[in-house]
């Protein structure tokens, strides 16, 4: 009970959605699509806090030192 008011509701803003686009900025979107260089974000800061740069742990990643476990 009560779906019919709700359904409606969403028929009313899907349908304004398809037939009433809101004016779109088509200068903004080509430099978007054009890739200018400039960014508003940074993405390298959020990838250097997955990098690992310790030299610490480098010689167990070395393969030529491996042996296999014994059993």
Do not use: C, I
């Not at 809101?22 to 080509?30: C, G, I, K, V």
């Not at 940074?42 to 742990?57: A, Q, S, T, W």
């Amino acid at each position: 009970m009560g779906r019919g008011r709700a359904k409606a509701k969403q028929t009313k803003v899907a349908r304004e959605l398809k037939y009433h686009s809101p004016n779109t900025d088509l200068t903004a979107l080509q430099r978007e699509l054009a890739g200018s260089g400039k960014s508003d974000r940074n993405f390298d800061d959020d990838y250097k806090e997955l990098v690992d740069d310790d030299d610490e742990d480098d010689a167990d990643d070395d393969p030529g030192n491996w042996v296999p476990p014994t059993r």
